[in-house]
């Protein structure tokens, strides 16, 4: 809705009429975000209805409150700018604001760079899922919109790419976590939007429709329009509202024209009506008469661009129109200053858009058959001779030849279009023109020649855009043979239909397309022919539970993986290299490592950064597991972060919380697991939200919490995927360990059996399920196990890596000493603590278990040992089993401590000799010198006393005078006295 002056000119901010209850709506929305709730608002009309014009009238009031605002628009194109208006939105704030380092949003970072130029990297062709950037661009919003609150408007979102909608409907579905409004424009009808909406049914989501405009209501905008000393008559006011049917823009456009006139155009005739009218008569006679005025030069111009849809580049339009540059300029200046154009911003060539939609619908209307058929193929002609590049255009003409019945060359250009939009990551774009590809193949008669098949590009992707149901239904037209088709190219769509199958969870299928692919090799067929299905039915027999697994899956792996360097698919070759490393750690790390290394150079080699960086997270994880160290890990994450290798990332991050909850550092541990875990499910990274859940679950355990354990073990036993690491760990790691820290080992060796039910588990599962490292110690102690175990044990790396060997070594210092060689199983202790070293909750609660038989086959003294468990555990307000820890010690003759308050100011080294607090208080003021009478007085209690405290002290540190005591007590880093 525009104003209008003297001259009949539209002006830009008009009185906004008959919007009070959407205005009110909007303006709570902006509340609630500047209150930190976020919301999403959607505005639907017809054309020229006025939805930006009430979206720039809430824009205005959010910068009166300080927020910062964004704004971008969709426009009708083909892939050649994927998340157009999120680009166009962040662009206005970079604008005015300085854009923030890349490493502030993590492994989301190098993905913003599809929207901030600045960050992008061009190093990959690989594309990650939108729903990584959205979550990059959600978190992007939160830092924009800091403590005042932004509002994003993104207009015209009826002709928006698939890609940003995605984007849009996984900012929808968080938005109340981020104190931003999201406020979009699209016109009614429009069933992209229509079916996202209905997907996103929640409070903060909501839909305000606009109407027409009352005759009351049109009165009112003319009015408002008018400048002072402006009139229109009365018959005047009827014809508008007559003519106009209400709709905004329409009234604008025949005041303008009214007042050109001074209303001496006759009435049309037409009564108005509340049915919708896409274009009314009045404002079509009023478009076209503009049209005319600009001479047959400059009608014809605009008419041809008409057929291009509503954008439009300049150069092109001349030539279709065989108009000179000097002269086709001034025509589009006219046509410009007449507003029935504009020109777009940006650098480069201008390109141009109609001054309002209903004007591009107007001309097209306004053709009839056979002029649209002129112009169609002067439009072709004109693109052809251009040899554009520009995947707009390559779309217009794909759709222009199919509209004039040429579908062999409509196939090849919607071809190839889908194949450009899929390098340029806009995946669902890509699926889109694929179809329109495919669709022409089917609907075309049969046997015609040169049609495009595009079945292969379609498998690959679709799944990326969580299109299983279509991906299935064109993978069930494979199993019939076309005998026209190269045996290579169908067995390389059977295995395609196998990946796909398998990511949508259909193993069947995937089995069926796996068979169907080898019933077409033979045993001459190549390596490089078979790889691609080989890869798939590893990852298929990894499932299974068969006994065999490993060794069958580890065959067609290395089989794939001996050809990799020829193979032309890089992420096959890569995955081999990969499945071999996972499958070789139950075996051998040091294969495990080579492999992975190999997949890592292969992807580097072949541009693949974010393969390379699931090769290096994984080989990371396997010097975790081995060695226990996390600096590997670490690396690991942060690389991927760099490249934006947001699964790999968040991998690692699951990982790493597991190691913290194992090396005691719970806080972390809980806070990493739950934030892992909440992005993770958001993101649908199912491997790293199940570990996580896992590690949260850990974390509890180790400290004894038992209802929180259960509860985050509850959510995960509700997750929808299944992983083999499930079980082992929830009953290994958790539970068995919960229950040991209950003094109850009964319940402990009933989940450990339970967790070890596997034989052929991995070697993450085999180490956390305590197959051979803790249950075997539980069974040595109970005399349920003896050396056969043992050495069944000791053949399997499960029992070698860092995690298992403290409580492997335990085991065998027991068996040693039961056998009466002490100094070999004071050897195998000595081992066992040095594999504890970094894990406080397994050491202290390994000494607990074996304090017994160390003292009662003499291998060890457990006093030192179990009285720092019993600190330990009662520092963590684990009273069964610190009570259990003093029990031990009085069996073992030991002073018991006494925990007064004061007790954590004791130093270890002091707690473990079972220095107690007055004690501790008295050795202090012994370290200044003090005598008896003088501690005396200070502690308020008899020289008596202090003598007693002094001998005790004697005869704990194993020294004979008070200056050997002092020395003593400085040699263990006793700070004193506070």
Not at 718 to 739: D, H, I, K, N, Q
Request: hydrophobic content about 45%; some cysteine.
């Amino acid at each position: 809705m525009s104003p209008v002056d003297r001259a009949g000119r539209p002006q830009a901010r008009p009185a906004l009429i008959g919007r009070a209850a959407q205005t009110a709506d909007l303006s709570e929305a902006l509340s609630s975000a500047i209150a930190g709730r976020g919301a999403a608002r959607f505005i639907s009309g017809e054309a020229g209805v006025g939805k930006t014009r009430l979206a720039e009238a809430v824009l205005d009031e959010a910068e009166s409150r300080g927020m910062r605002c964004l704004r971008g628009r969709a426009a009708t194109s083909g892939p050649t700018a994927p998340f157009r208006p999120f680009c166009e939105a962040v662009w206005s704030w970079s604008r005015v604001e300085p854009i923030p380092p890349r490493e502030t949003f993590g492994p989301f970072g190098p993905l913003l760079g599809r929207i901030i130029p600045e960050w992008a990297d061009n190093v990959s062709a690989e594309s990650s899922p939108t729903l990584f950037l959205a979550e990059g661009v959600l978190r992007l919003l939160q830092y924009i919109a800091g403590e005042h609150g932004a509002l994003l408007f993104l207009d015209d979102l009826h002709e928006s790419d698939s890609e940003s909608l995605d984007l849009l409907e996984y900012l929808i579905d968080h938005i109340e976590a981020v104190p931003v409004v999201v406020i979009g424009a699209f016109r009614s009808g429009a069933t992209s939007m229509g079916a996202l909406l209905q997907r996103a049914s929640r409070s903060s989501v909501q839909t305000l429709e606009l109407d027409r405009l009352s005759k009351a209501e049109t009165v009112q905008l003319v009015h408002a329009s008018l400048d002072p000393g402006q009139v229109v008559p009365r018959e005047g006011l009827e014809q508008l509202w007559h003519d106009s049917a209400g709709v905004p823009f329409v009234i604008e456009q025949l005041l303008h024209d009214g007042l050109r006139r001074g209303w001496s155009t006759p009435r049309t005739g037409s009564a108005h009506s509340s049915a919708p009218v896409a274009r009314p008569a009045a404002m079509t006679g009023a478009v076209l008469e503009r049209i005319e005025q600009l001479g047959a030069e400059g009608s014809r111009m605009v008419r041809s661009a008409a057929i291009l849809g509503d954008r439009f580049p300049a150069a092109l339009i001349l030539q279709i129109c065989e108009l000179s540059g000097d002269h086709g300029r001034e025509l589009l200046a006219a046509a410009q200053s007449a507003q029935i154009i504009a020109v777009e911003d940006g650098a480069g060539d201008p390109w141009y858009t109609f001054g309002h939609p209903l004007i591009g619908d107007v001309l097209r209307g306004s053709l009839t058959g056979t002029e649209r058929d002129l112009l169609t193929r002067r439009a072709v002609a004109a693109i052809e001779s251009t040899a554009s590049s520009d995947d707009y255009l390559s779309v217009v003409l794909a759709r222009m030849r199919r509209s004039i019945g040429d579908l062999v060359g409509a196939s090849e250009l919607f071809a190839e279009a889908g194949r450009r939009a899929l390098a340029l990551g806009a995946p669902s774009s890509a699926a889109s023109l694929l179809e329109e590809a495919h669709e022409l193949v089917l609907s075309a008669p049969a046997g015609t020649p040169g049609l495009v098949d595009v079945r292969a590009d379609l498998l690959t992707v679709l799944p990326e855009i969580g299109r299983f149901d279509l991906g299935l239904e064109l993978a069930a037209e494979l199993h019939q043979h076309d005998v026209d088709r190269p045996v290579p190219d169908h067995v390389d769509l059977h295995a395609r239909a196998a990946r796909l199958a398998h990511a949508a969870g259909q193993l069947d299928t995937a089995w069926q397309h796996v068979r169907a692919a080898r019933a077409l090799l033979h045993d001459t067929s190549s390596a490089e022919v078979s790889a691609p299905v080989d890869v798939v039915e590893a990852r298929l027999v990894l499932t299974g539970t068969h006994t065999a697994r490993l060794e069958v899956a580890a065959a067609l792996a290395q089989r794939a993986a001996s050809v990799a360097d020829q193979l032309p698919n890089a992420i096959v070759a890569c995955e081999a290299w990969q499945l071999l490393g996972v499958i070789a750690r139950v075996h051998d790390l040091d294969q495990s490592r080579a492999h992975l290394r190999r997949a890592s150079a292969l992807a580097q080699e072949r541009r693949l950064p974010m393969v390379r960086a699931y090769s290096e997270v994984v080989l990371a994880g396997t010097d975790c597991l081995d060695l226990g160290s996390t600096h590997a890990l670490e690396r690991a994450h942060r690389e991927a972060q760099s490249v934006g290798a947001v699964y790999a990332s968040y991998e690692a991050q699951s990982l790493l919380a597991m190691q913290a909850a194992l090396h005691g550092r719970h806080v972390e541990a809980e806070e990493m697991a739950a934030s892992v875990v909440e992005t993770a499910i958001r993101l649908h990274i199912d491997g790293a939200a199940t570990y996580g859940m896992l590690a949260h679950a850990v974390s509890f355990a180790h400290r004894g919490q038992r209802s929180q354990m259960e509860e985050v073990l509850l959510r995960l036993s509700r997750w929808p995927v299944r992983s083999s690491y499930e079980l082992p760990l929830s009953s290994g790691l958790a539970r068995a360990f919960c229950s040991l820290l209950e003094e109850k080992p009964e319940e402990a060796r009933e989940e450990l059996r339970r967790a070890t039910s596997d034989d052929s588990m991995s070697l993450a599962a085999a180490s956390g399920s305590g197959r051979d490292g803790l249950a075997l110690l539980l069974e040595v102690l109970n005399e349920r196990a003896g050396w056969p175990e043992f050495h069944w044990a000791a053949a399997r790396q499960s029992g070698q890596v860092r995690w298992t060997a403290q409580f492997f070594h335990f085991a065998h210092a027991v068996l040693l000493g039961r056998d009466g060689d002490t100094d070999e199983a004071e050897q195998a202790a000595a081992r066992a603590e040095v594999a504890a070293e970094i894990y406080p909750v397994a050491r202290h609660l390994a000494w607990r278990l074996v304090a017994t038989d160390a003292h009662r086959h003499g291998w060890a003294d457990p006093v030192g040992p179990v009285r720092a468990a019993e600190a330990y555990f009662h520092s963590l307000g684990l009273i069964t089993i610190a009570s259990a820890c003093r029990r031990l010690l009085r069996d073992l003759g030991a002073p018991v401590p006494q925990h007064r308050e004061g007790y954590e100011r004791v130093p270890e080294s002091l707690r473990q000799l079972g220095v107690t607090v007055r004690e501790h208080e008295v050795c202090g003021l012994l370290l200044q010198r003090l005598s008896n009478r003088e501690i005396s007085e200070r502690l308020h209690i008899s020289p008596r006393t202090v003598e007693k405290h002094i001998g005790n002290l004697l005869t704990k540190t194993a020294t004979t005078n008070r200056s050997s005591l002092i020395a003593r007590v400085l040699e263990l880093g006793s700070g004193g006295q506070d």
